[in-house]
């Protein structure tokens, strides 16, 4: 990679008047900024379309978009909305309330898809949707189905519907199309929606210098539509439960471990098959994005395997995992695939053989640095150009509020490092990550607004009332931007 750097922002904290971050106007002026600042990339959390919990790593697909990202305002613009149908929105700039938000923009769509059939009849539009319908059928037909289902049975997880639709009975599947035809197209129309609003934004993202960068989770969630629609390749029981769920053994985030809840997979399937459904998956986000980073990337090698019986994460093994193979078969389709590793937590050598053997670049937190001697790796004395230095990411605390947090001792232990007895944090910490010999600098926007406590995004472990955090209109002004730019060419990237 290029010597660069780039801010950390998912897009559902953007501005907007109705409730949730989406794809237009904000999100068009975000990239401004990036460009102003001198910045190369824009890193967000996985796209899909979130369950319980609103995780963006918990989503419904491992393949389509969340419909909360849709604006609305461009819907008005083609003629899908009337612009009194936004009259009497919630106009709120605060914490994301993903139920109300999803309460109007679901019937919303659902007008919009009504007005788009009957107006649309023919025309390039409605063209680019039989196309859109016709080349993304692999995935989107069940995932239409799927989420037609959900409402049919009052979201219910998959497992607990009628035991022929839970097991995917041809008849059954059928008759379930007939009935629920109009449902099917809002989920199509919402799809082609969010594509066409993502392509149209990536499009001005590289034509102005500004690369996404995206995140692809190892793991997907119990209640979607790649499990009910593959469960040959998920370790379940006959009645579509799993046997084992994923998660992490007790770490620096919880003295219990984190227990995710995501079936494990069925490798000997996936190998039986060519890795088809993983190399489906890989070439979708190399289309949407310019940069992948894969989460979890150490489960590639060995996935920490947890009893589905168990409340914690302790009581787990180690299962090997053949991401060997699965590379090699993603480097036959698509050489030097554009991936960046998640190497953190408990890495062994293997996994660093595995990661090293592709040439993915890993990951140094620097929040991470500091709690151990001078061989720390998240030292930027002990880098190498083939990584990606952060202050901090989504699953840690802002840098502010970790620095307020930490002992007296080891403040004075972190000033002697920076050289300095009253360091100015967070800019202190973003200037020794961006003067880093890393070849990618990412920075929280948060760290760059210098915000506290209050506007920490995740909380791993918590199940509620994370990914709520919100930029908040203007915030990320002219002034700013001069400083991140000075910073920025001061060190080259």
């Given at each position: 990679?290029?010597?660069?750097?780039?801010?950390?922002?998912?897009?559902?904290s953007?501005p907007?008047?109705?409730?949730i971050?989406?794809?237009g106007?904000?999100a068009?002026?975000?990239?401004?900024?990036?460009?102003?600042?001198g910045?190369s990339?824009?890193?967000?959390?996985?796209?899909?379309?979130?369950?319980?919990g609103?995780?963006?790593?918990n989503?419904l697909?491992?393949?389509?978009?969340?419909?909360?990202l849709?604006?609305?305002?461009?819907l008005?613009?083609v003629?899908?909305l009337n612009?009194?149908?936004?009259?009497?929105?919630p106009l709120t700039?605060d914490a994301?309330?993903?139920?109300?938000?999803?309460?109007?923009?679901?019937?919303?769509?659902?007008k919009?898809?009504?007005?788009f059939?009957?107006?649309?009849?023919?025309?390039?539009?409605?063209?680019?949707?039989?196309?859109?319908?016709?080349?993304?059928?692999?995935?989107?037909?069940d995932?239409c189905?799927?989420?037609?289902?959900?409402?049919?049975?009052?979201?219910r997880?998959?497992?607990?519907?009628?035991?022929?639709?839970?097991?995917r009975d041809?008849?059954?599947?059928?008759?379930?199309?007939?009935?629920?035809?109009?449902?099917?197209?809002?989920?199509?129309?919402?799809?082609?929606?969010?594509?066409?609003?993502?392509?149209?934004l990536?499009?001005?993202?590289n034509?102005?210098?500004?690369?996404?960068?995206?995140?692809?989770?190892?793991?997907?969630?119990e209640?979607?539509v790649?499990v009910?629609?593959?469960?040959?390749?998920?370790?379940?029981?006959?009645?579509?439960?799993p046997?084992?769920?994923?998660?992490?053994?007790?770490?620096?985030?919880?003295e219990?471990?984190q227990?995710?809840?995501?079936p494990?997979?069925?490798?000997?399937?996936h190998?039986?098959?060519?890795?088809?459904?993983?190399?489906?998956?890989?070439?979708h986000?190399?289309?949407?994005?310019?940069?992948?980073?894969?989460?979890?990337?150490?489960?590639?090698?060995?996935?920490?395997?947890?009893?589905?019986?168990?409340k914690?994460?302790?009581?787990?093994?180690?299962?090997?995992?053949?991401?060997?193979?699965?590379?090699?078969?993603?480097?036959?389709?698509?050489?030097?695939?554009?991936?960046?590793?998640?190497?953190?937590g408990?890495?062994?050598?293997?996994?660093v053989?595995?990661?090293?053997?592709f040439?993915f670049?890993g990951?140094?937190?620097?929040?991470?640095?500091?709690?151990?001697?001078?061989?720390?790796?998240y030292l930027?004395?002990?880098?190498?150009?083939?990584?990606?230095?952060?202050?901090g990411?989504?699953?840690?605390n802002?840098?502010?509020a970790?620095?307020?947090?930490?002992?007296?001792?080891?403040?004075?232990?972190?000033?002697?490092?920076?050289g300095?007895?009253?360091?100015?944090?967070?800019?202190?910490?973003?200037?020794?990550?961006?003067?880093?010999?890393?070849?990618?600098?990412?920075?929280?926007?948060?760290?760059?607004?210098g915000?506290g406590?209050?506007?920490?995004?995740?909380?791993?472990?918590q199940?509620?009332g994370?990914?709520?955090?919100?930029?908040q209109?203007?915030?990320?002004?002219?002034?700013?931007?001069?400083?991140?730019?000075?910073?920025?060419?001061?060190?080259n990237?």
């Amino acid at each position: 990679m290029k010597r660069s750097s780039g801010l950390l922002l998912h897009p559902v904290s953007l501005p907007s008047k109705h409730g949730i971050g989406n794809l237009g106007r904000e999100a068009h002026r975000f990239i401004d900024f990036l460009n102003t600042a001198g910045q190369s990339f824009w890193q967000f959390l996985p796209l899909g379309p979130t369950g319980y919990g609103n995780s963006p790593y918990n989503a419904l697909s491992a393949f389509a978009g969340n419909p909360l990202l849709i604006d609305l305002d461009l819907l008005v613009e083609v003629g899908d909305l009337n612009h009194a149908d936004l009259n009497g929105l919630p106009l709120t700039t605060d914490a994301i309330d993903y139920t109300a938000t999803h309460s109007f923009k679901t019937k919303l769509l659902a007008k919009a898809a009504s007005t788009f059939k009957t107006k649309q009849v023919k025309g390039d539009r409605r063209d680019k949707f039989d196309q859109f319908c016709k080349t993304e059928k692999g995935w989107l037909a069940d995932y239409c189905l799927f989420m037609s289902l959900r409402d049919h049975f009052d979201q219910r997880a998959w497992n607990a519907w009628p035991k022929l639709i839970k097991l995917r009975d041809s008849a059954a599947l059928a008759s379930s199309r007939d009935e629920l035809s109009a449902s099917l197209h809002r989920y199509s129309y919402e799809q082609f929606i969010f594509f066409e609003q993502w392509s149209n934004l990536k499009t001005y993202a590289n034509v102005n210098g500004i690369q996404l960068f995206g995140d692809l989770p190892i793991f997907v969630a119990e209640d979607s539509v790649d499990v009910w629609s593959h469960q040959d390749l998920f370790q379940l029981d006959p009645n579509g439960n799993p046997q084992n769920r994923a998660g992490v053994p007790p770490d620096y985030f919880s003295e219990t471990g984190q227990l995710w809840g995501n079936p494990l997979y069925r490798w000997d399937s996936h190998i039986s098959q060519n890795f088809s459904w993983w190399t489906q998956r890989f070439q979708h986000q190399f289309r949407m994005l310019d940069l992948v980073r894969i989460d979890h990337f150490r489960g590639f090698q060995a996935c920490w395997s947890i009893p589905a019986k168990e409340k914690t994460a302790v009581n787990g093994h180690w299962e090997s995992a053949p991401g060997e193979a699965l590379f090699d078969q993603l480097a036959r389709i698509h050489p030097a695939p554009p991936i960046v590793a998640e190497d953190l937590g408990v890495i062994t050598p293997e996994v660093v053989a595995l990661r090293e053997r592709f040439s993915f670049p890993g990951m140094k937190i620097l929040q991470f640095a500091f709690d151990s001697g001078p061989d720390n790796p998240y030292l930027p004395h002990n880098y190498n150009e083939q990584c990606l230095v952060y202050t901090g990411t989504h699953d840690n605390n802002t840098t502010l509020a970790w620095w307020h947090e930490l002992s007296a001792v080891r403040q004075e232990q972190i000033s002697a490092y920076l050289g300095k007895s009253f360091p100015e944090i967070p800019w202190d910490l973003i200037r020794l990550a961006m003067s880093s010999v890393a070849a990618l600098c990412i920075i929280p926007c948060q760290d760059i607004l210098g915000l506290g406590a209050e506007s920490r995004f995740n909380r791993p472990g918590q199940a509620t009332g994370n990914w709520r955090w919100r930029l908040q209109p203007e915030a990320l002004n002219n002034q700013l931007a001069a400083k991140l730019l000075e910073i920025t060419k001061i060190f080259n990237r």
